[in-house]
């Protein structure tokens, strides 16, 4: 629920408004001039002001000032009548977070609401980065891994300039949040942020919302529209999915970053244009340079600063970091108290590769939370919020340290021994001297010297792990597998010395 201002001097219409908003489950209050608007806007918080131009006293533009020297992040939606397009295109200029022309559809102005109201909680909802997890209220990059802290410094170096950046990483990796990090630690974090997801909006439309048209520009082009980049002059605009950024569309995005300018559809006239460009894929660019589906003067221009973010299969070390804060945030989201987790689950956790990423995490945790009971979840919770006990398998190839090490995670969950060391090194051993002797042909002298054992330790190790040696008359003629009757594995007259 958003808590949303009208100011108009018109009843009839903030009846209507108030009456549309509250059934969209937002709290509404009304303002009858700009001078009790902004006496609201001085003694109480709201997300989203809506105000007209053209009032008694003071007028929209002034009242729209005196709000933004009280509150610089409110947006603010201005409403006018045909005459006054041009007062209200003036006032995008200044800040406000975009106009709507009298009389207006319903369902556009909720759109356009449900916007600004994003906008809003991206540009105040502050970031931190590495919070103590018992801080659930913040949104939070999490991670004290060598790789995080890597992105923490490359956060704190890049933000206070105006450079470019190209955030990169896998989906659910926290490419949006280091955007706004970098945004609110930026020289320009009391302008506007303006989110633009270039997958999200369809071809044919995604050029006029990001640049704006003229009237007349195309059929039902019956006014001037300013785009969302001129809207956010002098703030941040992050352009998400960037990779998948229609081919026409980016000579137009590489002009802005070098010409500082853009142009509207049908218009002649370049428009100075101050933004800061924070750009993020997922994408392999260089393989969509190679293929021509991306400009290569634009990919030179995007990566003045290249950020990347790590998969979480990476960083398995922070899952336990990542588990308490979310089952706090999680836990006060629900309003309920938070179970904890136990360390077994978070070693399951930690087993899985999560292509998915932190996003993926969050969504098994908050699952988890859903059906623990109360209880502190555990791995059962765990197999069930994920649907699978077994670790997935990750994007990149696994490598055999990696294999072994979720081989462990997942035994130390399963097993219940009281002499667990001594049972994985004997597992292993086992494993180890058994291969060893595959390769080796069943040759025990050649076995032990691959090893680095002595022959007759070596065969100590075969009859203590019980291993079963299949012999041959051109490995070891006369031999009898160990373990089997007639000679013993420290006698065999068939085991020649120099085998």
């Known amino acids: 629920m958003a808590s949303i201002l009208i100011v108009d001097d018109d009843a009839h219409l903030r009846q209507s408004f108030e009456k549309l908003l509250s059934q969209e489950g937002h709290a509404v209050r009304t303002a009858g001039s700009g001078e009790a608007g902004l006496a609201m806007v001085e003694s109480q918080r ?15 533009l002034e009242t729209f000032q005196a709000m933004r020297a009280i509150e610089p992040k409110l947006p603010v939606i201005i409403m006018t009548a045909f005459g006054t397009t041009e007062t209200a295109i003036e006032a995008t200029k200044m800040g406000a977070f975009d106009y709507v022309l009298k009389p207006f559809e319903i369902p556009e102005i909720l759109v356009l609401i449900n916007h600004a109201l994003e906008a809003g909680r991206f540009m105040r909802s502050r ?14 990059i999490i991670g004290r891994s060598k790789a995080m802290q890597e992105v923490y410094k490359a956060v704190g170096r890049v933000a206070p300039t105006d450079a470019t950046v190209l955030i990169r ?14 945004y609110q630690h930026s020289l320009r974090s009391d302008k506007p942020f303006l989110v633009i997801n270039c997958v999200a909006i369809p071809e044919t439309l995604l050029e006029s919302e990001l640049f704006g048209y003229e009237k007349g520009a195309f059929t039902g082009a019956v006014n001037r529209r300013v785009g969302r980049i001129e809207q956010a002059n002098g703030g941040t605009v992050f352009l998400d999915e960037i990779g998948d950024m229609p081919f026409g569309i980016q000579a137009k995005i590489l002009r802005l970053l070098q010409e500082k300018s853009i142009e509207r559809l049908g218009g002649r006239e370049p428009i100075p244009v101050d933004v800061r460009i924070i750009g993020a894929t997922n994408r392999d660019l260089e393989a969509a340079l190679a293929e021509g589906r991306f400009r290569e003067d634009l990919y030179y221009r995007l990566k003045v600063v290249t950020l990347w973010l790590p998969p979480l ?7 336990p970091l990542l588990s308490e804060y979310f089952l706090a945030r999680f836990a006060r989201e629900m309003g309920i108290s938070n179970p904890g987790i136990t360390e077994a689950a978070n070693v399951l956790l930690s087993s899985r590769a999560w292509p998915g990423n932190v996003r993926e995490l969050a969504n098994a945790l908050q699952k988890a ?9 555990g791995p059962e919770d765990v197999v069930q919020a994920i649907g699978s006990d077994q670790p997935s398998k990750g994007l990149a190839e696994d490598t055999p340290e990696e294999a072994i090490r979720q081989w462990i995670r997942k035994s130390l969950v399963s097993e219940e021994s009281e002499n667990l060391f001594e049972t994985f090194m004997d597992t292993f051993a086992g ?16 076995t032990a010297k691959m090893l680095g054992l002595s022959r007759p330790t070596l065969l100590s190790k075969i009859e203590k792990y019980r291993l079963k040696v299949e012999t041959s008359v051109l490995s070891d003629p006369g031999g009898t597998p160990a373990g089997g009757g007639g000679r013993g594995l420290h006698g065999a007259a068939g085991d020649a010395e120099e085998r």
């Not at 970031?127 to 801080?135: F, G, H, M, Q």
């Not at 939370?369 to 979840?377: A, E, Y």
């Open 169 to 182: 990483g896998e989906s659910g990796t926290g490419k949006e949040l280091a955007a706004r990090a970098i």
């Open 431 to 446: 494993l180890l001297i058994s291969e060893a002797l595959k390769l080796a042909g069943n040759n025990r002298s050649r």
């Open 127 to 140: 970031v931190e980065l590495d919070v103590v997890p018992e801080s659930p209220s913040l949104e939070a």
């Open 46 to 60: 709201f997300d989203l002001v809506i105000m007209d131009v053209r009032m008694p006293g003071m007028n929209g």
């Open 313 to 319: 299969r990476e960083r398995a070390g922070d899952i």
């Open 369 to 377: 939370l859903i059906f623990s009971r109360g209880c502190p979840i």
